[in-house]
């Protein structure tokens, strides 16, 4: 991509992965690296991501994310990246009961849309998804019972071409000086 705007504009939701196109490990790698990297508030971190390759124990997790005709495709995933919440340090939890808001949990936000853009840039389409068998996804990953699995993206290569992005009109979402 040339620019930042060229990158946000091409990622999409990608539902639909061309099934058994394997991801190189160095693509995964920079990947996620670029969540690693992401900023969170007083340099939290309050992340752990499980990545998920193994074609068998790919297809259980999908499993457990497809129920009430949701997420169909992630069985076609070549990769699944697992956010675990990990709590944060003392100042961002300080800063979040003083303020009345979770900043960790944004910073999880802020890490996914961190890993889906590198996932764009290296070719690689994206889900990130919020609907899943938490208790059983973490059975199957080792995940400990008392932390919280908070999103999954589902990784691969598109088998469908882009669409066209549909977004509120500028004057409905921005606002300089008042609202």
């Known amino acids: ?3 930042f705007l060229q990158l946000a504009q091409a990622r999409q939701s990608d539902r639909a992965f061309l099934p058994d196109k394997k991801i190189e490990r160095e693509v ?3 990947i996620l ?4 990297l992401a900023p969170s508030a007083c340099n939290g971190q309050p992340w752990h991501f499980t ?3 193994e074609k068998e124990l790919l297809q259980q997790v999908g499993s457990a994310t497809s129920s009430l005709g949701m997420n169909k495709f992630v069985k076609d995933a070549a990769a699944l990246v697992l956010i675990t919440h990990e709590g ?3 100042t961002s939890k300080l800063g979040s009961g003083i303020k009345d808001k979770d900043f960790s ?3 999880l936000g802020i890490a996914s849309a961190y890993l889906t853009l590198a996932a764009e ?3 690689v389409g994206s889900c990130i998804l919020g609907w899943f068998d938490e208790s059983k996804i973490k059975e199957l990953t080792n995940i400990p019972k008392k932390k919280r699995l908070m999103l999954i993206v589902a990784l691969g290569y598109a088998a ?3 669409r066209k992005k549909v977004r509120k009109e500028w004057s409905k979402v921005v606002s300089f000086e008042k609202y």
Do not use: F, H, Q, Y
Request: hydrophobic share 35%; no cysteine.
């Open 51 to 53: 990545v998920v390759t």
């Open 121 to 123: 840039d290296e070719g």
């Open 28 to 30: 995964l790698e920079r």
């Open 105 to 107: 949990i944004m910073d």
């Open 1 to 3: 991509m040339d620019s």
């Open 160 to 162: 469908k071409p882009k």
């Open 33 to 36: 690296e670029a969540a690693r």
């Open 88 to 90: 944060t340090n003392i």
